[in-house]
């Protein structure tokens, strides 16, 4: 064995027929068992989808390499999800998730799939998302470089699904060794997530931005910004002239006391003024 490098048997179900219940040695090299508690530790940091974004697409990038993350939850109702995307290679990954978001079948699909699994992280070729559902998916993230998904997630004491994290990768960017480090740090990721989600506020914290500090047409232009559109599009969308979204822009950005969009984005998604 390798000096500096620890050799686990680790089960992972992969495509091309391996049995999901074969064990495979995994052998993680001293910088991958570095890197696994760098992330650990940033993890711990992150309360505010910002900080979450930041570490997703920045440290965590080489620990488990990916073009984006889809990170689903439970809602309120059995059949309901909430969804947040995040990535910083591919420009209309928001409109991608907004395709998994309208397709009814594709993410309980993706859930049975997990659990099929045994809750083991699950490796499947892009085109694969075609038979559970998800074909417009599918072909959009074949368009962005994505070959292959990657799927984890953390469940509750009778095995439903609570926190469900889909990776899209390409085809080298996904092995059993990122699988085993994935199964490793999801557990850290849902925990961050799940904190970024949290509406309330701790007791004796500063307030944030107060929901009304936006005009209803506002949040309108702001959503619209934040899945990627320009004022013409906007405009087109709302039926009104994209100099009017210029002025509803600038008067988003004196509200939220920022400097570009980007940061307008960012600063709603995380006092919760927009969803995704």
């Known amino acids: 064995m390798a000096r500096g490098a620890s050799r686990i048997?680790?089960?992972?179900?992969?495509?091309?027929?391996?049995?999901p219940d074969t064990p495979r040695s995994v052998l993680l090299e001293s910088r991958e068992l570095e890197a696994l508690l760098l992330n650990i530790d940033a993890s711990l940091s992150v309360n505010a989808a910002r900080q979450f974004y930041t570490w997703t697409q920045g440290l965590l990038q080489g620990l488990?390499?990916?073009?984006?993350?889809?990170?689903?939850?439970?809602?309120?109702?059995?059949?309901?999800?909430?969804?947040?995307?995040?990535?910083?290679?591919?420009?209309?990954?928001?409109?991608?998730?907004?395709?998994?978001?309208?397709?009814?079948v594709l993410m309980p699909n993706l859930a049975e799939l997990w659990k099929t699994a045994r809750y083991s992280p699950t490796v499947r070729e892009v085109s694969h998302l075609g038979t559970l559902g998800g074909s417009a998916l599918a072909r959009a993230l074949?368009?962005?470089?994505?070959?292959?998904?990657?799927?984890?997630?953390?469940?509750?004491?009778?095995?439903?699904?609570t926190?469900?994290?889909?990776?899209?990768?390409?085809?080298?960017?996904?092995?059993?060794?990122?699988?085993?480090?994935?199964?490793?740090?999801?557990?850290?990721?849902?925990?961050?997530?799940?904190?970024?989600?949290?509406?309330?506020?701790?007791?004796?914290?500063?307030?944030?931005?107060c929901a009304p500090v936006l005009t209803a047409r506002e949040r309108e232009v702001l959503h619209?910004?934040?899945?990627?559109?320009?004022?013409?599009?906007?405009?087109a969308i709302l039926h009104i002239s994209s100099l009017t979204v210029k002025n509803h822009v600038q008067k988003i950005l004196r509200k939220?006391?920022?400097?570009?969009?980007?940061?307008?984005?960012g600063k709603a998604l995380e006092a919760r003024l927009i969803r995704p």
């Open 142 to 161: 074949e368009r962005a470089g994505v070959a292959r998904v990657a799927v984890h997630g953390c469940h509750d004491a009778d095995g439903e699904m």
């Open 224 to 235: 619209w910004i934040y899945l990627g559109k320009g004022n013409a599009e906007v405009g």
């Open 256 to 265: 939220l006391n920022v400097a570009n969009r980007a940061q307008a984005v």
């Open 64 to 104: 488990v390499p990916h073009r984006m993350l889809f990170c689903l939850r439970r809602g309120a109702e059995p059949s309901a999800y909430v969804l947040d995307t995040f990535s910083a290679l591919v420009s209309d990954a928001t409109e991608l998730g907004s395709l998994l978001m309208r397709d009814p």
């Open 9 to 19: 048997a680790f089960v992972a179900e992969m495509d091309a027929g391996h049995e």
């Open 163 to 209: 926190n469900l994290f889909v990776f899209a990768c390409r085809p080298s960017d996904i092995g059993v060794n990122q699988s085993y480090l994935l199964q490793l740090i999801v557990p850290f990721l849902s925990a961050a997530w799940t904190r970024t989600q949290i509406k309330e506020r701790e007791p004796g914290s500063p307030r944030g931005i």
